[in-house]
């Protein structure tokens, strides 16, 4: 079982950065899928950015790349999403998702559903002013 705790969403005016960060219970350094998501209300949940931890390589949206930065500490057991230039339609809670899948790679990552990402943390909400 893997626990995730999320920290870091808050407030901030359009243009502004924030960083999330997401603190695994058990180390995450190879074999997992990890990712961000997000959900707006009145919106579908989509997936930001993800990561195959062997190997390292990363995805993102379309909506977010070149402002937005996944990463890991594997000594924290922690990932981060370094948020830069935000706009207003970055509002949502966001959420951080593990899952294991050994002999996988970034671009399988990238295509898994939520609904197959078995741990979930429990959220933490970015909201962006114009």
């Known amino acids: 079982q893997v626990q995730l705790v999320e920290s870091g969403g808050g407030s901030v005016q359009a243009g502004g950065s924030l960083r999330l960060s997401c603190a695994a219970s058990?180390?995450?350094?190879?074999?997992?899928?990890m990712a961000w998501f997000r959900q707006a209300p009145g919106k579908e949940r989509e997936a930001v950015a993800t990561i195959y931890t062997t190997g390292g390589i990363r995805y993102y949206t379309d909506s977010v790349k070149g402002r937005f930065t996944i990463s890991r500490d594997n000594a924290k057991n922690t990932l981060y999403l370094q948020m830069s230039s935000l706009k207003p339609e970055d509002t949502a809670m966001y959420y951080c998702?593990?899952?294991?899948?050994?002999?996988?790679?970034?671009?399988?990552?990238?295509?898994?559903?939520?609904?197959?990402?078995?741990?979930w943390g429990q959220g933490t909400q970015v909201t962006v002013s114009s």
């Open positions: 998702a593990a899952d294991r899948r050994p002999w996988y790679s970034g671009s399988r990552c990238y295509a898994l559903g939520g609904h197959e990402y078995n741990y």
């Open positions: 058990v180390s995450t350094a190879t074999d997992y899928c």
